[in-house]
């Protein structure tokens, strides 16, 4: 009886759809772990298809296509390693989210997922059956309990796995960022750990599909909980776990550990990710967007060059009369700082010329909220237009705390195709500029330095639409907006909750008020990174016709 097992994670990012590329990438996982005289090779949950596919999986075609490509990886890696991968199994007319075993040329076994995630992005009650709580299986002499991502989340399937003789659990998965969630998961882990008695290795696979990311950093504990392997976030791993059977049972061998980024550099890392592999996988090489001179536009300018340089970011500034030297000023600072090319159209001929078309129909009209929103279609109109003729993808820059109040023009500042900060109040996108001009790491392709001009990050914020506007004028300190939204979208608190934290009430009905009525402008919004729970898209779903209002 061998009393080693080399285990090879292969921490790396798929493809949607991209079903003969991704067997590619775990074929090379393959050869390396052969090379390295591994007994066997593992691949995240759901890798040959992508993840998370939605109801994409539930084509026929599709899942198909991908059992078969399965299986042929299957033959392809007759001789050496065995290896686990995550796809679709269709049986019976059921549908299952499986994590497939190849050895000597054929599929030996397949796990099939029992507990299905229904909450936040995922839907995958809506796609999947739900396999029975199964056993093991052998590579070689050794049997292998596999939790596949949810599973390992609750106490029976990882016990019953215990139970029918596993030695070790092995748990791949597709789990994708939020802030704090390595903790979340490290702690689920150890509690299976400590349950069972069996060492328990974690793989994650990274990369960004629409709004998440998957951050990746895989690990491995010992029975007690102690952490022995710890892969790096965010990025392509190969790496060769050895387990030595002892009187007691397996044990991993502890190797070097990554060190984690804090929450401050994973968010920005995922931003940056998320936006470089959005652009990646669906073929864009350029982005352009409208650099205000505020702090919105210059974090996402930002983002944008650290994620595929500052060559292919295109910053346009489009002044009008109500736009101050300083703005412009800042706006030329930010692409002087950042290395990318900056040129100005002005709206004021267009803006007159549509006021003109307008004058028989708004006359008598005193100007209001229609003249100002004008002057961001006529942006948005503009940027569109470099987008359809040069090829550039349009980024869109409203921050969390604008999109959840409608603080935004719909078919102006909000036209676009991706919005890196839709997840990031206010509050944090000043010390995110904060962050970025005191750090800078080998993934940013971006220079070092303060690439955000301190007067953009201490100045007051202000759409700029007519004389002498603040955000302020509208809204209440961001601060306090920030914390109103935190209760209210993050924590589903009540008014009278909010009420009881020390916030004025009609202040707190006010912003409930402009949240429920801008569902409309969300449902058409771009897409963005999501970096909490409650990011705005599959994590909250509300009506967009409501009239409910806390009564408080």
Not at 455 to 482: C, G, H, M, T, W
Request: hydrophobic share 40%.
């Amino acid at each position: 009886m061998s009393d080693r097992f080399r285990l090879t994670l292969a921490q790396l990012n798929p493809v949607m759809g991209a079903i003969e590329e991704n067997a590619d990438q775990a074929f090379l996982a393959w050869e390396e772990a052969r090379l390295a005289g591994a007994d066997m090779v593992a691949l995240p949950e759901m890798f040959i298809t992508g993840y998370n596919a939605q109801d994409l999986v539930t084509k026929p075609a599709f899942h198909l296509h991908a059992m078969r490509a399965i299986e042929a990886l299957a033959v392809r890696t007759a001789d050496g390693p065995a290896m686990g991968i995550g796809g679709p199994w269709a049986e019976g007319g059921q549908l299952f989210n499986a994590y497939w075993i190849l050895g000597g040329g054929k599929v030996k076994s397949r796990v099939l997922k029992h507990h299905l995630p229904n909450e936040t992005v995922f839907d995958e009650v809506r796609v999947f059956d739900a396999g029975p709580l199964g056993g093991p299986y052998s590579v070689g002499n050794t049997r292998i309990g596999t939790p596949i991502c949810e599973d390992a989340w609750h106490e029976d399937v990882a016990e019953t796995l215990a139970e029918t003789g596993a030695e070790f659990l092995l748990v791949p998965n597709g789990s994708p960022y939020y802030r704090g969630k390595h903790d979340t998961r490290m702690s689920h882990m150890v509690a299976r750990v400590v349950e069972t008695g069996l060492p328990l290795i974690y793989l994650n696979m990274i990369g960004g599909q629409d709004d998440q990311v998957f951050d990746g950093a895989s690990f491995a504990l010992n029975p007690g909980g102690q952490l022995a392997v710890q892969l790096t976030a965010m990025e392509r791993c190969i790496a060769h776990v050895d387990l030595d059977r002892g009187p007691e049972g397996w044990r991993i061998q502890p190797s070097d550990k990554a060190m984690l980024p804090d929450a401050w550099e994973f968010d920005y890392h995922v931003m940056v990710q998320a936006l470089r592999d959005y652009m990646a996988k669906t073929g864009f090489k350029s982005v352009v967007l409208g650099l205000s001179g505020g702090i919105d536009s210059a974090l996402v300018a930002a983002i944008a060059v650290d994620a595929i340089g500052p060559g292919n970011v295109h910053c346009v500034m489009l002044p009008s009369e109500y736009t101050s030297e300083h703005s412009l000023e800042d706006a030329a600072g930010v692409a002087r700082a950042l290395g990318c090319p900056l040129r100005t159209l002005p709206i004021t001929g267009a803006r007159a010329a549509v006021t003109e078309t307008l004058a028989p129909v708004f006359e008598g009209l005193a100007p209001d909220l229609t003249e100002e929103n004008l002057q961001s279609r006529l942006r948005g109109l503009l940027l569109m237009a470099l987008s359809n003729k040069f090829g550039h993808m349009l980024l869109t820059t409203g921050n969390k705390s604008e999109v959840a109040v409608g603080y935004a023009t719909i078919y102006g500042d909000m036209a676009g195709g991706y919005n890196p900060i839709k997840d990031l109040y206010k509050t944090r996108v000043f010390e995110t500029c904060r962050w970025r001009n005191a750090n800078h790491r080998d993934w940013m392709l971006g220079p070092a330095g303060e690439v955000i001009p301190p007067r953009i990050i201490s100045k007051p914020p202000s759409a700029e639409l007519r004389a002498d506007q603040k955000d302020e004028d509208s809204l209440p300190p961001y601060d306090v907006l920030d914390a109103i939204l935190e209760g209210l979208i993050d924590r589903e608190a009540s008014l009278q909750e909010l009420v009881a934290e020390g916030f004025d009430a009609d202040t707190v009905r006010k912003i409930e008020h402009l949240i429920y009525i801008s569902e409309y402008k969300r449902f058409q919004s771009a897409p963005g990174t999501r970096l909490t729970k409650r990011s705005f898209w599959l994590d909250r779903r509300y009506p967009i016709v409501n009239r409910w209002r806390d009564p408080g």
